[in-house]
């Protein structure tokens, strides 16, 4: 497992996409290239993602946070972001260079579905970002012109059956080899608990906030579960949820017309007093003066 980053004090943007934003979620996939540095370094906050995304980076090396545990990346490679996670850039290098698609929940769901039985998919669940081999590359554009190709033909009423079995194919020809090389690093069962306790908070943050759900869940004591989330992630449990919970905030106070008090009811907070005095604990900063900040 990657380190996390120790600073949870964090503000949010949105990624710059076309103006017609609602062509691209009307469609099943769409796909962008030539991501650039430019681009990249308008990205100055932390992007919660709507829909799932595939980064194919080509040229050049960054570091990015996914959901508070950073990576740093080295070309060729791709990126996974599934729906409600949260991608935070760090740094990247001059000549960064990348492509991306972007699916409909439609046809992520439909994908991993075809995928969840497979013996890498535990492997790719835990790892969103994976090196390419570089002899490798030129399939993944290769897909990329394939699945703009059949997503341009209008009058082909299969096309969303047409774009699944082509990523599908892809990934049975070319695309499991990064994973497959990660299969002899599968994880304890210390690392085990430890990751479905990252996926059980990341569900549940908004409503629970104590370790005894989560304990409860797993199966085991919560005294076991601090013992190894600590040692497994160099951070506590408790910090993990108190990370999501600020997480999720900010992204609210910067991203959306909720006040602050629709924001502590959708956090649950039993009074708004109550989630000031949280958010401050935690960033130094009231949750007005977080919004008004930049």
């Not at 120790?6 to 469609?27: E, K, R």
């Not at 869940?217 to 990370?243: C, N, Y």
Request: charged share 20%.
């Amino acid at each position: 497992m990657n380190h996390p980053s120790a600073d949870p004090t964090i503000s949010y943007s949105h990624i710059p996409l076309p103006d017609d934003t609602d062509v691209i979620f009307s469609q099943d996939i769409w796909i962008g290239e030539n991501f650039s540095i430019s681009l990249l370094s308008a990205i100055i906050d932390p992007v919660k993602f709507s829909a799932t995304a595939i980064v194919f980076i080509k040229r050049g090396n960054c570091s990015v946070e996914i959901n508070l545990i950073e990576h740093d990346i080295k070309a060729p490679a791709i990126v996974v972001i599934r729906k409600g996670q949260i991608l935070t850039p760090k740094v990247a290098s001059p000549d960064f260079d990348a492509s991306y698609m972007v699916m409909s929940s439609r046809m992520s769901e439909t994908i991993f579905s075809f995928l969840h039985d497979n013996p890498l998919y535990a492997i790719l669940n835990r790892n969103p970002v994976v090196r390419v081999d570089p002899n490798m590359t030129i399939h993944y554009s290769s897909l990329h012109y394939n699945l703009r190709s059949i997503m341009a033909e209008d009058n082909n009423p299969y096309r969303f059956e047409c774009a699944v079995h082509t990523i599908l194919v892809f990934f049975y020809r070319f695309g499991h080899l990064p994973y497959a090389a990660l299969h002899a690093a599968l994880p304890s069962a210390q690392g085990r608990i430890a990751d479905t306790f990252l996926k059980l908070v990341q569900e549940n943050f908004k409503s629970e906030r104590f370790l005894d759900f989560y304990a409860s869940r797993l199966g085991i004591t919560t005294k076991h579960l601090s013992r190894t989330v600590k040692a497994q992630t160099g951070v506590s449990a408790v910090s993990w949820i108190e990370r999501y919970v600020v997480l999720e905030a900010q992204v609210m106070l910067k991203s959306s017309n909720l006040n602050i008090q629709q924001i502590s009811d959708e956090l649950n907070f039993k009074s708004q007093s109550f989630f000031g005095k949280y958010f401050k604990k935690l960033t130094g900063m009231s949750p007005k003066a977080f919004r008004n900040s930049r």
